[in-house]
């Protein structure tokens, strides 16, 4: 029996890990990556749907008659509101323009949340309460529109992004 011994096979393994490291934590990588979730996000949230490509539940029709309505009367929708039962996230379009992506460079992670606070529907009234962007997205989550997730495209498109930073990094050296 023969047996083949290889040197510096450490060495390429802590390379190789280094090198891993280095992409996962680049901060143009995380940028890129951040930029390109947060647009998803808003994009499928806009489209009604859920993790995985499934549409958000419809509005019952009582609610859109009316409880909508209403409020439509006072305040003023957001462009890519359309006025039917299909839920969108998108009436006054306030909620989905305060999602933003933050980077943690130390940690390698890319973070898309709502920030700030979304100001109350004017009524015939005066102004409904104001809640935190942070807990309205806590209710629609518990609620059945969970739209805070990386899609399955997204999740695609990161790995050729992740390719090309590789590819970029090894040909460096």
Same mark, same amino acid.
């Given at each position: 029996?023969?047996?083949?011994?290889?040197?510096?096979?450490?060495?390429?393994?802590?390379?190789?890990?280094?090198?891993?490291?280095?992409?996962?934590?680049?901060?143009?990588?995380?940028?890129?990556?951040?930029?390109?979730?947060?647009?998803?996000?808003?994009?499928?949230?806009?489209?009604?749907?859920?993790?995985?490509?499934?549409?958000?539940?419809?509005?019952?029709?009582?609610?859109?008659?009316?409880?909508?309505?209403?409020?439509?009367?006072?305040?003023?929708?957001?462009?890519?509101?359309?006025?039917? $039962? *299909?839920?969108?996230?998108?009436?006054?379009?306030? #909620? !989905? =323009?305060?999602? +933003?992506?933050?980077?943690?460079?130390?940690?390698?992670?890319?973070?898309?949340?709502?920030?700030?606070?979304?100001?109350?529907?004017?009524?015939?009234?005066?102004?409904?309460?104001?809640?935190?962007?942070?807990?309205?997205?806590?209710?629609?989550?518990?609620?059945?529109?969970?739209?805070?997730?990386?899609?399955?495209?997204? $999740? *695609?498109?990161?790995?050729?992004?992740?390719?090309? #930073? !590789? =590819?970029?990094? +090894?040909?460096?050296?």
């Amino acid at each position: 029996m023969t047996t083949v011994k290889i040197k510096g096979l450490d060495k390429v393994k802590a390379n190789i890990k280094n090198t891993f490291e280095k992409v996962r934590k680049d901060p143009a990588l995380l940028l890129e990556i951040g930029e390109q979730l947060q647009k998803d996000v808003v994009a499928n949230a806009r489209a009604g749907r859920g993790p995985d490509g499934q549409k958000f539940r419809a509005l019952s029709a009582s609610w859109v008659d009316k409880t909508r309505k209403y409020l439509q009367k006072y305040n003023a929708t957001d462009e890519f509101f359309q006025d039917d $039962r *299909k839920a969108r996230l998108t009436f006054t379009g306030k #909620f !989905l =323009r305060s999602i +933003i992506y933050r980077i943690n460079q130390s940690e390698g992670l890319a973070i898309v949340e709502p920030q700030g606070q979304h100001p109350g529907y004017k009524t015939k009234s005066g102004n409904t309460k104001s809640i935190s962007n942070q807990r309205l997205a806590q209710y629609l989550r518990e609620n059945g529109f969970d739209f805070l997730y990386a899609s399955k495209a997204f $999740r *695609k498109r990161t790995v050729v992004t992740v390719k090309r #930073f !590789l =590819r970029r990094l +090894i040909s460096k050296k």
